[in-house]
DNA sequence: GTTAGCACTCTAATTAAAAGAGTGCTAACA
DNA sequence: TGTTAGCACTCTTTTAATTAGAGTGCTAAC
């Protein structure tokens, strides 16, 4: 069943109204709003039929209609126009911070929450494959050695050891020269036991440190968790009262508090990318698939640091948000995320 | 003005049963729960005393009375009993997430807010003055050289340095030795241009690097953002009507996620430690200094992980929170977080 | 196909009344 | 002199009832 013409264009005019004011909308509203020059009565009727094929919906009887989830996708998929956003300083706000990675993400999510007046997730960057780049053991003092681990994508992982009996620095440089030797350019999957076994007959003192060293690389090949996530302006979403609700907001607080969001972004793969500019997808309320957002939307991002290397941003609002300013704000800012990590490469 | 023994009594069962109930406690509810034996009438009249010594207050003519926070003081100084907390497997559960300190810090954050059901708050470790121990610079590939820099208490600090022109393996090593030899020992107020100049004179190429260098390792000594605050439970404290008053509960919520506390952490020095166990202090409502926290009250408890490391761990609640099982929960915890820090040492 | 008009429905706001809790005060009592 | 019973009074909370308002659906006319 297509919708006519003037039916999409009294849908649009419905949901921009209630973008704004969060109040059902009425048909006289609507008749006096829009250009169609149609009385309150022909509204209704077209409401009436709108209704019945689920986008949109009202509140009660004698209250006016409200889009339906339907409703606001078939807004966000057809109806939405490109704005250009300003993109003004953005970009000179963030390189300011741009020093260290997590610094550059605190921001992002904060100049996100502060421009949209939304909440903001940021993940940090994850790894396809982690391969190992070059290892480095340090005697720091002589209870203490030092795990470096550089992965693919220049990542730095760290790590303390305690060590009870002291070694010299001939063997801590033999170490590392075999270490680099057998692990560079492996990945989680290519280090079994043939290779350890081959490091162990290469070094044969010290039998508990490499085994220590080499908890810490798998470590930093297979820790998943090590994965941030970065949020700002979740009290943003307590302006929205139709989030309010006493018992919802509670679980959606919880839902940033405890990053849950990001169980879905592991499983949604980065595939269809690349065929559209930064992967701007929008989840209206129950395609979110968590319960407390069932009254929010969320729209996402992914951003590229390098190959493999990628993270998303996301913005939560209610499903009434201004989808048009976010999409634009959204892809502004990943065309400057991408210069900045071009100019750090 | 002293308080009399049955004035203190009478206080001791106002504050007890405001901290169960959370509803004005009026002089009938006293004068049946407590063995005092006493008329409503008098306790009246001894209620009527306490309101204009400010221990207490009517919210209106006829309802009964809630503790100031004077009153609150008067019951935190010298009526509480110490209440031992069952010790039980926190230990345990902790030395599970304790390979990292940052996965240990959450992880307490989480079993605090769970185990006694307000907020909670937990710093990252400071130092009172950050001394070099250890520098290493290491050719990563021909473009990137990895700063390595080791403060006193084995706090490691990592940043990539891009470089343009290729560095022979000699020269690093020779960074290394001039670095190390100048450097090591030296808190940044020993940093100053004399030895800046001494490195120069002995490294004669490579001034960019060396200039890169120096300023990570400045960085690493001054930088007091990466002082990391792990919150958990923030929802807990939506479970107490008298903080959800619509305007106020922003503010609240806000000052968790901007770590507003902090501000006053780093203020208040850790003077007065060493005579009380672990310097568990009590703030009740404006004691707090933060117009957004006037409703609450801030359990705080100082760990120290070795000579002049230390950090802070804070517990948020209404003001009518069950001081007694906070204040317990916290001193077990420090022992146990002793014990943790000692054996990794 | 469009529109005016009207009855009907449901919510939200307003008002009124009643119930409840607790005090302060007075007067009596030990 | 300290304690207590009793009662009038105050203020909040709850409940109920009424009203006003918004918007629809339907019918009949254009």
New interface residues.
């Given amino acids: 069943m297509e919708l006519s013409d003037r039916q999409l264009k009294i849908m649009q005019a419905i949901i921009k109204t209630y973008l704004e004011t969060g109040e059902p909308v009425g048909s006289r509203t609507i008749s006096k709003y829009s250009d169609l020059n149609l009385s309150s009565a022909t509204i209704r009727n077209e409401m009436s039929d709108l209704e019945e094929m689920g986008y949109i919906v009202q509140p009660h009887t004698s209250a006016g209609r409200i889009p339906t989830d339907k409703g606001y996708r078939l807004y966000v998929d057809t109806m939405m126009e490109d704005k250009v956003q300003e993109v003004e300083n953005m970009k000179s706000e963030l390189m300011e911070k741009a ?2 990675m997590e ?1 550059l993400f605190k921001s992002v999510a904060k100049l996100l929450a502060n421009k949209t007046n939304y909440a903001s997730m940021v993940s940090g960057p994850r790894y396809k494959s982690k391969k190992v ?2 290892i ?1 053991l ?1 005697e ?2 002589s ?2 050695l ?1 795990t ?1 681990v ?1 992965l693919d994508g ?1 990542v ?1 992982k ?3 050891i ?1 060590i009870h009996e002291p070694v010299s620095s001939e063997n801590v440089a033999k170490l590392n020269f075999v270490l680099n030797t057998a692990l560079n350019g492996l990945d989680v999957s290519e280090v079994n036991i043939a290779v350890i076994q081959s490091i162990k007959s290469q070094v044969n003192e010290h039998g508990g440190i490499v085994d220590s060293v080499l908890e810490v690389i798998a ?1 930093a090949l297979t820790e998943d ?1 090590d994965f941030e996530v970065y ?5 943003n979403i ?1 302006k929205y009262p139709e989030l ?1 609700d ?1 018992d919802n ?2 679980d959606l ?2 839902t940033f ?1 405890e990053r849950t969001l990001i169980t879905q972004w592991k499983e949604s793969d980065v595939q269809n990318d690349g065929d559209e500019n930064h992967a701007i997808q929008v989840y209206i309320g129950n395609e979110t698939k968590l319960d407390s957002m069932k009254d929010c939307s969320l729209v996402t991002a992914t951003y590229r640091i390098g190959d493999g290397v990628y993270g998303k941003i996301g913005i939560v609002g209610p499903k009434r948000m201004d989808y048009e300013k976010v999409v634009a704000t959204l892809q502004s800012l990943m065309k400057e995320l991408d210069d900045i990590f071009k100019e ?2």
């Avoid at 949020?231 to 009290?235: H, L, P, Q, R």
Wanted: proline share 0%; aromatic share 2%.
């Fill in positions: 020093d260290k610094t780049k070059f480095q340090s720091v003092d209870n203490h030092l470096i550089v220049n730095v760290n790590q303390m305690k470590n968790d949020t700002s302006g979740t009290t307590l309010t006493k907001i509670v607080l919880d508090e750090k490469n």
